[in-house]
């Protein structure tokens, strides 16, 4: 009947038993924890060889650096494109969510570009959606001129690379105003 103040001054007179009390349920969440990481790291093992991949740190969109810091994903879950070092200037092919493992396909810069090509800004007044690594055919004066590759999308001006063999051609195009791009 009164059960709460006869339990009160019982502890009152032996604290041992109070602070025994106090050590089995340290003891006990203790196992609890213990057992939980022993799980966590035989499930851990199970998959097998791990591997070093870049993950992205925070939302980047099409166009801008890519953050991302090296973190191990067991075998199993690593695409084969997957990358360990982002090359120097790589911006973001496409809008990349955290969290999300970095391929070759996300990843644009002038590394990924063939040797001797040539990058123009393009006013891109009427332009098509584009982003970051997107093909191009350019137009001008109603005639193809080449095939291009987007490597910069900005407010007004959009980076296009072209190879070697075109960019006199789109050089004058570019100056005269006249250059339309469409996607491919």
Not at 42 to 63: I, K, N, T
Not at 70 to 78: E, I, Q, S, T, W
């Amino acid at each position: 009947m009164y059960i709460v103040p006869r339990l009160r001054l019982l502890l009152a007179r032996r604290p041992w038993l109070y602070w025994s009390f106090i050590a089995l349920c340290a003891i006990v969440v203790w196992s609890g924890v213990r057992s939980a990481t022993a799980a966590a790291h035989a499930q851990q093992r199970g998959w097998g060889e791990s591997h070093p991949v870049l993950v992205v740190v925070a939302a980047v969109p099409a166009g801008q650096p890519i953050r991302a810091s090296p973190r191990h994903y067991p075998l199993a879950m690593v695409p084969p494109s997957a990358l360990t070092a982002l090359p120097a200037g790589a911006t973001a092919a496409h809008d990349l969510a955290p969290g999300e493992i970095v391929v070759t396909s996300s990843v644009v810069g002038a590394a990924s570009l063939p040797r001797g090509w040539v990058v123009f800004g393009v006013p891109s007044a009427d332009r098509p959606m584009l982003v970051v690594g997107d093909d191009v055919a350019l137009f001008g004066d109603g005639t193809r001129w080449c095939a291009g590759r987007v490597t910069g999308v900005f407010d007004r001006t959009v980076d296009v690379a072209v190879p070697a063999a075109c960019a006199d051609s789109v050089s004058a195009l570019v100056a005269a105003g006249s250059v339309v791009l469409a996607r491919t």
